[in-house]
């Protein structure tokens, strides 16, 4: 018989926390406007379910929320649990901190410390209020990583019989690296009783920390006797590893501890949508939203028309890079699409690699492209033009650039080589050595003294286990080390410039995937910018197959801005591409003017010879030789140029709505706002949709104004709104409607 004890009982706004102790182990109960959505608390260790032996608590009574501490005991750790409930809003916070009290160092099998949700009543059978529950990924309910965007979204029973995983390869037949976790920034719990949901949130910007789920315990393969003996039960919440990440946490020496992010348990009443909105505001509230005064340039990008990018992925450059770059990137050619910007109505010219001497070098090349003073003001009065750069991190450089010592070593303390295609060995660059991070800091703040308005930093791969002892780092250097060096070169940018504006790629996979979560490294005096992953290449194929439909789904869950450029020539005469990404990136490039007949030839042995190769398990749609675009294409996309910049503040800066994934808003609150409608069916499409004042931001003190136009029109409805809208096939329609105060009484 167990000993049970009723230790603590805390209460918060509609929530209630309460602690027993039995048999040495402790539960947690967790209860929320009368539903419960913890029975119990644990831990897998090893594999293994494994209860948390208690030692003591204590409650903190507070007037913003009392708090519980719990120091506990798994394996070799002691555990120090934190719950804090909100006194005014229905929230827990949860700190979780893991210390090796022993005399000799812990390696940490996988671990996890979370709540226990019961699946099954004391009969055995499924408890029925569980049947409707689904629980959704945040901030990717689409997953960008998927090859065809399939939903992160499922029932409690996929979660029990299911594995999650990860990627680390962007090409689709390279499948994902399963694991016993399912793991993601979040997860929005909701479809329970009377519409009562959990946003489970982790917050870690100083670490590669997820939010994890799993089985406490697996279904066993045959039926037993005994329905109880299963314990049935998903673990979620909490803190644990996932891939080896956070790095700290899986190795304590004797006496350190860790602790891992703030987890923040957040109940409402909705769908998956309010979740993502809850997310979004709390994120936000944490320093992760949209910076002041957020205006970026719109960018023409110079490398879909420049040959230099396609000759090189086509092989006809060889392996003379200077030669090649003296041939295709020149003042003349960079003045040349400077009046391609301009006749677009862009602001900012954007410089792809080619620009320095050298991959990587950040060192402008004044021998073909002049004094860098001259060329920027020649850019503002000539074109009216701001300068933007792509950068790389250690990475993607040509090491002769960059100190000797700055080189990754390997364990016997020599130079790491990479082996190229013709035979070549070359060094790579330590992204955590000090020597190359403060001499590419150095560079980057010459080119910004000298009128760069933005820097992309692209490149950022994990440059690998380096061994050197001179760079700074831990021996070997880890994914965390490599990524505070990232960290440390923007805030120096930052704090010199703050004005200049950065984009940031994964820190971790690049540009292709994103692997870290999306708020890591970010904060005050960080970069600005994410990327939109590798969606420039092929924009309109991505929409169709369902991959960029993600960046509608990060948009709902996120305020920090997404950048990317597209490529003009694939999209279609109805500007949907075009129309997409201005929607869900707040910071739109664009490039790629109807080319001459040999350098569309060039781009189109390189699709075949290399990027379609790669991405041929997602491609839909278009044939393998694309004919020459249309004139016509370029005048629609001046047209859509036009429209955009004159309703430019909306995509920029007002808050984005979902009320499908193929029906946006742009909501300047008092200032009005924009609807945006996509088609992508190849079919006209007919739209109504209804929508109440709350769904797309406004509050009771004002009222959309009813507005009618060209295939279109927007009305009240009772006490909601009716937008009515016939789009051609694959279009986009974009809509821009005003308010005014709603009548008193």
Same mark, same amino acid.
């Given at each position: 018989m167990r000993a049970q004890m009723d230790a603590a009982r805390l209460a918060g706004k509609s929530v209630e926390l309460a602690l027993t102790v039995a048999d040495g182990a402790y539960e947690l109960r967790l209860v929320a406007d009368g539903h419960e959505w913890a029975g119990g608390y644990s831990c897998r260790w090893g594999g293994a379910a494994a209860p948390l032996k208690y030692e003591s608590h204590a409650v903190v009574p507070a007037e913003t929320g009392n708090t519980l501490a719990i120091v506990g005991r798994v394996g070799q750790l002691r555990v120090r649990q934190v719950l804090r409930l909100d006194a005014d809003e229905p929230v827990v916070e949860e700190s979780l901190t893991v210390t090796n009290d022993s005399a000799a160092a812990v390696r940490l099998p996988p671990f996890h410390c979370g709540f226990t949700t019961q699946l099954q009543q004391d009969n055995g059978l499924w408890r029925p209020e569980l049947e409707a529950v689904r629980v959704t990924a945040y901030p990717f309910r689409r997953d960008m990583r998927d090859p065809h965007g399939r939903y992160q979204e499922f029932t409690?029973? $996929?979660?029990? @019989?299911?594995?999650?995983?990860?990627?680390?390869?962007?090409?689709?037949?390279?499948?994902?690296?399963?694991? /016993?976790?399912?793991?993601?920034?979040?997860? %929005?719990?909701?479809? =329970?009783? =009377?519409?009562?949901?959990?946003?489970v949130l982790k917050h870690a910007p100083d670490a590669l920390e997820f939010s994890l789920v799993q089985p406490l315990v697996r279904p066993r393969p045959v039926p037993v006797t005994r329905p109880n003996?299963?314990?049935?039960?998903?673990?979620?919440?909490?803190?644990?590893?996932?891939?080896d990440d956070p790095e700290e946490a899986c190795a304590l020496a004797p006496g350190s501890s860790h602790t891992f992010g703030t987890t923040y348990y957040r109940f409402f009443r909705g769908d998956w949508r309010t979740g993502y909105y809850l997310a979004r505001g709390l994120m936000a509230r944490l320093g992760h939203g949209l910076p002041a005064d957020y205006d970026p340039p719109v960018h023409w990008n110079e490398l879909y028309d420049n040959p230099l990018w396609w000759a090189d992925w086509a092989g006809q450059s060889g392996d003379d890079e200077a030669a090649a770059r003296r041939k295709y990137y020149t003042r003349d050619g960079m003045m040349a699409e400077a009046e391609k910007a301009r006749e677009l109505g862009c602001e900012a010219l954007y410089l792809d690699p080619g620009w320095d001497t050298t991959m990587g070098s950040t060192i402008w090349a004044e021998d073909r492209l002049g004094p860098m003073e001259r060329f920027v003001a020649d850019l503002r009065e000539k074109y009216g033009l701001k300068l933007a750069l792509h950068t790389t991190f250690a990475d993607w450089h040509n090491a002769e650039s960059f100190p000797p010592d700055a080189r990754v070593l390997g364990p016997d303390g020599k130079p790491f080589e990479i082996a190229l295609p013709d035979g070549r060995r070359v060094p790579k660059l330590c992204g955590a050595a000090r020597q190359f991070r403060e001499e590419k800091i150095r560079r980057l703040k010459a080119l910004a003294a000298r009128g760069v308005a933005f820097f992309m930093v692209d490149g950022t791969w994990f440059t690998g &286990?380096?061994?050197?002892?001179?760079?700074?780092?831990?021996?070997?250097?880890?994914?965390?080390?490599?990524? #505070?060096s990232i960290r440390q070169l923007i805030a120096a940018i930052r704090q010199a410039f703050p004005d200049v504006l950065i984009e940031l790629h994964d820190p971790v996979l690049s540009g292709d995937l994103r692997y870290s979560p999306c708020h890591y490294l970010h904060g005050p005096g960080a970069h600005q910018e994410l990327w939109a992953c590798e969606f420039m290449w092929e924009p309109l194929d991505d929409l169709l197959t369902g991959r960029a439909i993600s960046l509608y789904y990060y948009n709902l869950a996120h305020r920090v801005p997404l950048y990317l450029h597209i490529d003009l020539r694939h999209d279609n005469t109805s500007a949907l591409a075009f129309w997409w990404y201005a929607s869900t990136c707040r910071h739109l490039g664009v490039g790629g003017k109807r080319p001459a007949p040999d350098v569309w030839a060039i781009h189109q042995q390189a699709l075949r010879r290399s990027f379609r190769p790669l991405l041929k398990p997602t491609f839909t749609g278009?044939?393998? &030789?694309?004919?020459?675009?249309?004139?016509?294409?370029? $005048?629609?996309?001046?047209?859509?140029?036009?429209?955009?910049? /004159?309703?430019?503040?909306?995509?920029?800066?007002?808050?984005?709505?979902?009320?499908? #994934?193929? =029906?946006? %808003?742009? @909501?300047?609150?008092?200032?009005?706002?924009?609807?945006?409608?996509?088609?992508? /069916?190849?079919?006209?499409?007919? %739209? $109504?949709?209804?929508?109440?004042? $709350?769904?797309v931001g406004l509050d009771g003190a004002y009222r959309l104004k009813a507005k009618r136009g060209a295939g279109y029109a927007l009305r009240e409805r009772g006490a909601g709104y009716l937008l009515e809208a016939t789009l051609p096939a694959r279009s986009p329609l974009v809509v821009d409607a005003g308010v005014r105060r709603a009548r008193s009484g």
């Open positions: 409690l029973r $996929e979660l029990l @019989s299911g594995r999650g995983g990860y990627r680390v390869d962007w090409r689709g037949d390279v499948p994902m690296i399963p694991t /016993e976790e399912w793991g993601a920034e979040g997860w %929005v719990w909701w479809g =329970a009783v =009377a519409d009562r949901g959990l946003l003996d299963l314990r049935l039960a998903l673990l979620f919440g909490g803190a644990g590893l996932w891939h &286990d380096c061994h050197a002892t001179n760079h700074g780092h831990p021996v070997p250097c880890r994914r965390t080390d490599h990524c #505070e278009l044939t393998t &030789d694309d004919p020459l675009p249309p004139p016509e294409l370029w $005048e629609a996309h001046k047209t859509a140029m036009r429209r955009y910049r /004159e309703l430019k503040p909306y995509f920029v800066a007002g808050e984005f709505y979902g009320l499908d #994934e193929l =029906a946006h %808003v742009h @909501s300047l609150g008092a200032r009005g706002m924009v609807f945006a409608l996509f088609n992508l /069916e190849t079919q006209p499409r007919r %739209v $109504e949709l209804e929508f109440r004042a $709350e769904d």
